[in-house]
């Protein structure tokens, strides 16, 4: 066979593998840019040109490129000028991870005055899990936000993210952007039972396939229990996991491992390998879990640290201030009613997956295993790897490159552990990259509730009374059950005055696929429940909501009790809760959206609020370092990753604002266990309020420490110096930085410093969600005619990256409350595996959000800031659920809220003779 392709200007004769699809092909010439979301065109984001015609290049056969010119990101920019698209990208900032950037660039260079004309179906090919998709459309259309701030200004601009050019042009390194030198590649056989005890596994057949290395089971793995949840302190997740075991507890969990040189020869190692299995009673159902003669998952001693194993409790919690039977006793009006919410699939764009190989250490000419992992926790993960493996810290290192979303998920270690059990036995690297089917059904989701809600009140709208029984299914493994249920339970309760409050929560496994980490952690969850039963509350009372709401909110300075009691180190260091409340009101009072809606359809407005704690619970570390270097710029070290919550911009701007410098003149290394003593991980909302505290820290003793150096330098007295952007100031005669570096190393003084923040105490952030939306009443279709949102994230940082904060939330949350859900069938196993069977937001499903910033200045926060990553997410479905039964009458209890379900309800409250709203 003869074949030639043109890519990006450049010929290619290497002829691709009979079945071989554009993306692989492109991806092993050394094109990085072209992404891999889902390999089933669902995504966009492996989208090339071909004859200057988008294609997703997952579903291209490589071999119909014969003879025509491909287009890559990389071969956008022309003569080292940015195509026009590519800078209007980096104007708007129309990205966060930017995984899916490649793919929106590739699309958008192709658009006509038509596609511009009609987006959403131009968009339709390109799902973007970060943006919410305004700063997209403002990208596409050459709307430019981007500042670049004067010296010393940097705080409270908006400059664009650092990584911004290497993000449009595609060479920004994600996870498996690299060419390893004899790679090995790992499939995973998983099993097809939700509960069985394997009693043999014949891997002989599987190591008879040509390319097959190896095959691992759990004959070949460590017998220590672990949990794959990452957290600063262990114990606070259940030690109920093995690498492999011999029990298996959900459909999809792994079986074996199989290592081969080519992933074909790895998956077909897989599917020859014959386990006998003893299949065991399954449970998947919470409630039945808990009852008396349910199957026992995990019979494990107290060391492992599940509640009552008997019983299937991973954790639990119960308390009481008050007497709740009191509080009812005194109430006008008790409401009571239980709320569902479903599971909800991530889907960063990147998968999980880790390449593991060797490297000899410069310094001692020994060799050490690294991991490069899509992880938001690094340095966890390696104090787990040499835990599990009995390794020293220095005979590892973890690093994340780029990661291409998180979101919580990966707060896991889910491929590390056996990748590296891999390597260690062969001796060479191998990567484990998951398919998104496995994303599905062998990472983790977010943790489906059962939360019953029970308040009591006087006719005035005062509360007497709140109790919470709730039921967490953290499914087959206790990774995050208990914290996340304990979070859920907190801030929720805490909001609101009440005398009288309890409590009782239980985290639950079941045989279904793991819960894990997810944006809000829990808090959401409940959110859902309360904010309904508030709203619900006030329309029987016949008060305004609002109203209810500012009546039973906490105010500034007051502690945030709840039946579990007071978390001593969460404090309201700053209030702008009322003002999150008054967007709401200014929102009602100029609204004129309802004049939208379709005629006959049925219109109604509704909100929620929510406050959540700027940081995790029992401590949350960051360490940095910031330097001055040869050039007179400086360097940043920090152990945060960085997956487009914009952190990296963040730490510049700190930086820059302590040193009297631009943020150009910094560059950020991160993410690598070799640059600092230690970082918790980015979660937990943890960017700016801990690691950014961290590096203000560092840059400020930086500076003083500059300062008082050139003093002796210079002689000139310390109360003359000022810093500039690329000098010291001295009484008018300006010193640059690059001198005063050889001056210290003449001296042997280098000009650096360290910064260290534990995370203790917190604050918190507050917001409000209102939307007024549409509902047909004859199919159930539902649009969004106003979204607005109030955020109380104390001093912004950067507002054009908070702004994209709050929309992605925003936009996530609508994916949850609209319709996302991953749907298992009677055995457990997981149906919604594909993003065509699990719909995920599209430009067209996504209202551009008012976004409005309440005027506070943190007491605790760096500058003033507090957190605002997750906490958006939270007001959005309840909010939508006040505005969906404002429209129609009816109380919608469960989420997803379907436009099937919506129809058959209002169908239902029809014939049933209800009022029609």
């Not at 409790?313 to 509080?327: I, K, L, M, R, S």
């Not at 006793?329 to 991530?346: G, I, K, P």
């Not at 009790?561 to 999150?580: N, T, V």
């Amino acid at each position: 066979m003869s074949f030639h392709v043109q890519v990006n200007g450049q010929p290619s004769g290497a002829e691709p593998r009979p079945g071989q699809c554009l993306r692989t092909y492109l991806r092993e010439q050394g094109w990085f840019g072209v992404k891999k979301g889902c390999d089933a065109g669902d995504c966009g984001a492996c989208t090339v040109q071909v004859d200057g015609r988008p294609v997703h290049s997952c579903l291209y056969p490589a071999v119909r490129a014969d003879g025509r010119e491909v287009t890559t990101v990389e071969g956008l920019a022309r003569d080292g000028e940015l195509h026009p698209v590519q800078q209007r990208f980096l104007d708007a900032q129309g990205f966060q991870c930017g995984f899916c950037t490649v793919g929106m660039l590739m699309t958008a260079a192709a658009f006509t005055e038509d596609h511009l004309a009609d987006l959403p179906r131009a968009l339709k090919g390109n799902l973007c899990r970060c943006t919410g998709y305004r700063a997209i459309e403002d990208a596409v259309r050459g709307v430019r936000h981007v500042e670049r701030p004067c010296a010393g200004q940097a705080v409270g601009r908006s400059p664009g993210a650092p990584a911004g050019p290497q993000v449009v042009t595609g060479t920004a390194r994600y996870t498996f952007d690299l060419e390893v030198e004899g790679l090995l590649h790992m499939k995973l056989l998983r099993s097809p039972h939700p509960h069985a005890r394997i009693v043999s596994i014949d891997t002989s057949a599987a190591l008879r396939v040509p390319g097959v290395v190896a095959v691992f089971t759990h004959e070949d793995a460590p017998a220590a229990l672990y949990s794959s949840a990452r957290h600063e302190h262990p114990t606070e997740d259940p030690d109920d996991t093995r690498v492999l075991d011999d029990t298996v507890r959900f459909v999809g969990q792994r079986v074996a491992a199989v290592v081969a040189e080519s992933e074909a020869a790895a998956e077909e190692g897989c599917r020859r390998i014959v386990v006998g299995y003893e299949e065991l009673p399954y449970v998947l159902d919470p409630e039945e879990a808990m009852a008396p003669g349910a199957p026992v998952l995990h019979p494990k001693g107290p060391e492992s640290r599940i509640a009552r194993p008997e019983d299937n409790v991973c954790g639990e919690a119960h308390g009481e201030t008050g007497d709740v039977e009191q509080g009812f006793a005194e109430a006008d009006l008790v409401y009571e009613e239980t709320f569902r919410t479903q599971r909800v699939q991530h889907a960063s764009l990147e998968t999980h997956g880790c390449v593991a190989y060797f490297e000899e250490v410069e310094e001692t000419g020994e060799e050490r295993i690294v991991v490069r992992s899509s992880t938001q926790v690094p340095f966890l993960t390696r104090r787990a790897l040499c835990a599990l493996y009995g390794l020293p810290t220095e005979k590892v290192r973890v690093v994340a490159g780029r990661v291409g979303g998180g979101f919580g998920g990966k707060q896991e270690m889910l491929t590390e552990d056996v990748a590296v059990l891999a390597a260690m036995r062969l001796h060479r690297p191998v990567k484990l990259e998951f398919t998104r089917a496995e994303q599905f059904h062998g990472a983790t989701t977010r943790h489906p509730f059962r939360i019953t809600v029970k308040l009591g009140a006087k006719r005035d709208g005062t509360l007497t009374a709140i109790q919470f029984r709730v039921v967490a299914n953290t499914g087959a493994y206790g990774n995050h059950g208990p914290a996340v249920m304990y979070h859920s339970i907190g801030e929720s309760m805490g909001v609101y005055r009440a005398p009288h409050k309890k409590v009782d929560a239980y985290s639950v496994y079941t045989n279904g696929v793991p819960a894990g980490a997810f944006r809000g952690y829990g808090l959401g969850q409940v959110t859902f429940a309360l904010e309904s039963a508030m709203d619900e509350l006030a329309r029987r009372l016949g008060l305004d909501p609002l109203v209810l709401r500012e009546k039973n909110v906490i105010g500034p300075g007051e502690p945030m009790e709840g039946p579990l009691g007071e978390e001593e180190d969460l404090h309201i260091a700053s209030y702008g809760l009322d003002q999150c409340l008054q967007v709401v009101r200014d929102a009602l009072a100029d609204d004129t959206s309802a004049e939208l809606a379709p005629e006959g359809w049925l219109v109604g407005q509704g909100f929620a609020m929510s406050a959540i704690a700027c940081g995790p619970p029992g401590g949350h570390i960051a360490d940095a370092t910031v330097k001055l270097l040869e050039d007179g710029t400086y360097d940043i070290a920090v152990g945060t990753a960085e997956f487009g919550n914009g952190t990296t911009t963040v730490h510049q701007q700190i930086t820059a604002g302590a040193l009297g410098t631009t943020v150009d003149r910094t560059t950020v290394r991160q993410s690598d266990t070799d640059l600092v003593r230690h970082d918790t991980g980015a979660f937990g909302s943890a960017g700016t309020v801990v690691a950014g505290k961290a590096v203000m820290k560092a840059a400020n003793a930086l500076a003083e420490r500059i300062l008082t150096f050139t003093a002796e330098y210079a002689r000139t007295p310390r109360s003359l110096l000022r810093l500039t952007a690329d000098a010291v100031d001295c009484d008018g005669r300006p010193v640059p930085l690059k001198e005063l570096f050889e001056a210290a190393r003449g001296r042997g003084v280098e000009l650096r410093a360290d910064g260290h923040f534990g995370g203790s105490p917190r604050s918190v952030a507050f917001n409000s969600q209102w939307f007024r939306i549409a509902v047909d009443p004859d199919t159930g279709e539902i649009r969004i005619l106003r979204s607005v949102h109030g955020a109380d994230a104390g001093k912004v940082m950067n507002p054009l990256q908070c702004r994209g904060q709050v929309e992605g939330g925003v936009a996530q949350a609508l994916g949850a409350t609209l319709f996302e859900q991953v749907l298992l069938d009677e055995r457990g196993e997981v149906t919604t595996a594909a993003f065509r069977r699990y719909r995920l937001p599209a430009f067209a499903d996504v209202p551009r959000t008012e976004v409005h910033f309440s005027q506070t200045s943190d007491a605790i926060g760096p500058l003033g800031a507090k957190s605002m990553s997750e906490s958006p997410f939270n007001p959005v479905p309840p909010a939508f659920a006040n505005a969906l039964r404002d429209a129609t009458g009816i109380r919608f209890t469960e989420a997803p809220f379907l436009r099937d379900r919506v129809w058959q309800a209002i169908d239902a409250h029809r014939r049933q003779g209800g009022p029609r709203p």
